[in-house]
């Protein structure tokens, strides 16, 4: 037995310093380059422990600490990252999911729209010039189905300088207004209808203040008067008691208001019918399509002296043209380009009068009326004539109506019925 063999017993005595007697030798460690496989077989590697509180990305809290083990103390977490708290946002190396971009992204828009379009009501709303033209008086028609606008033209040059009167021809007479067209438009279930009133109607007028401050006494003369003596609140008086039908909502327009409104649209199409040409208005055109600028349009509704009918000629020239106007005006292209619409609203809005009462929405319904009456979904028509050269006491030219006719049309009108085709 060799000295190695005699240590592992338990009762010999042990080289290595191993206890004697009885038990086990304690096994004494392995000389280097031995191992219990054999000679020259490799010793195993003992498993390394679990790396505990290794070091996190940079940027990212450290890890916690980990408890030590038997006889050690534990080992400390991994260092906080510098630079402080990250801002609100993805997780590092993550982007925003796609529909949350596009949620944020619409509703970003949606607000901007609204502050846009708040904006622009209360802006173009803040440009309306109201006038107490609809007040009571002993008398006026009830209130009848529908709703009836009364649309003035007057030939009001506020606004336009001497160079520009004598641009548009206008003459330089700025003392007072006089309404150069009137126009009832109903709007209701029976249908829109445009229904323009000679300005040399001969009615009767009735009483009202003077500019003196007197009364002036009823009488009879061109409705064209009650518009020059007492504006927009007489010549409602008069249109309401002459035809019996409730005036809901006024609306009048002058020279440099219609000229603007016009160019801001970049013109207007029409389809001239024959060539005209008139030295009073200034006006000079061919027949055919083509677009007229705010001078030539206003030129346009004015002149009669081409017409064999002279004015009535002239109303139908001014239903065709707003119609025109109105239709082209109403148009997307015109209300969603800001290019436009902000010259369009301005240039309408800045000088048009209307009634107390009257809104932005009432104004919507007008042109969208206006623009059915042109497509063929209305009708226009005038009053309805029985003299259209009625020589008065003075010996001046004025216009009768058809008193039968006539109260058919304004019965259509007060109970919102088809109105029936005159001749």
């Not at 310093?17 to 020259?40: H, T």
């Not at 007492?230 to 008086?237: A, D, S, Y």
């Not at 008069?238 to 005036?247: A, L, R």
Request: some cysteine; charged content about 20%; hydrophobic content about 30%.
């Amino acid at each position: 037995m060799n000295t190695w063999q005699q240590g592992r017993q338990g009762g010999g005595g042990n080289p290595y310093g191993g206890n004697g007697g009885g038990g086990p030798a304690a096994e004494p460690p392995l000389p280097a380059g031995l191992s219990p496989r054999g000679p020259g077989a490799p010793a195993p590697r003992r498993p390394e422990p679990p790396r505990y509180g290794s070091v996190p990305a940079q940027g990212t809290p450290g890890g916690p600490s980990r408890p030590g083990g038997p006889g050690g103390p534990g080992r400390p977490g991994g260092p906080s990252g510098s630079g402080g708290a990250r801002p609100a946002g993805p997780p590092a190396g993550k982007r925003w999911p796609r529909k949350r971009i596009v949620k944020w992204s619409v509703f970003g828009v949606l607000i901007a729209v609204m502050v846009t379009a708040v904006s622009t009501w209360f802006w173009a709303d803040s440009k309306l010039d109201h006038e107490n033209v609809l007040a009571d008086y002993p008398g006026r028609p009830a209130a009848g189905k529908g709703t009836n606008w009364l649309i003035v033209g007057s030939d009001s040059r506020q606004g336009l300088t001497d160079s520009q009167q004598d641009d548009l021809h206008t003459g330089h007479d700025t003392e007072g207004k006089r309404s150069d067209s009137m126009m009832i438009l109903h709007i209701g279930d029976g249908g829109n209808t445009l229904m323009s009133i000679p300005r040399d109607s001969w009615v009767p007028i009735p009483e009202h203040p003077g500019g003196n401050g007197k009364t002036v006494k009823a009488t009879t003369a061109k409705i064209n008067s009650a518009f020059g003596n007492g504006g927009g609140r007489l010549l409602v008086q008069t249109v309401e008691q002459n035809t019996g039908i409730h005036i809901d909502h006024y609306a009048e327009i002058g020279f440099a208001g219609f000229v603007g409104v016009v160019d801001s649209i970049g013109g207007v199409e029409m389809n001239i019918e024959q060539d005209v040409k008139d030295k009073d208005s200034g006006l000079d055109l061919k027949a055919g399509d083509q677009t007229l600028t705010g001078k030539q349009a206003l030129a346009f509704v004015r002149q009669r002296h081409q017409m064999a009918d002279q004015d009535l000629g002239r109303m139908r020239n001014q239903q065709k043209f707003l119609g025109a106007l109105a239709h082209q005006a109403a148009s997307p292209g015109t209300l969603l380009n800001p290019f436009t619409f902000y010259p369009l609203v301005d240039s309408a809005l800045g000088t048009l009068i209307v009634d107390d009462d009257c809104g932005l929405t009432d104004l919507g319904s007008l042109f969208l009326a206006m623009k059915d009456v042109n497509g063929g979904s209305g009708k226009t028509l005038t009053v309805p004539i029985g003299n259209p050269d009625y020589r008065t006491k003075t010996g001046e030219s004025a216009v009768l109506w058809d008193a039968a006719k006539s109260k058919q049309v304004f019965d259509a009108f007060k109970n919102d019925t088809a109105v029936p085709d005159i001749k």
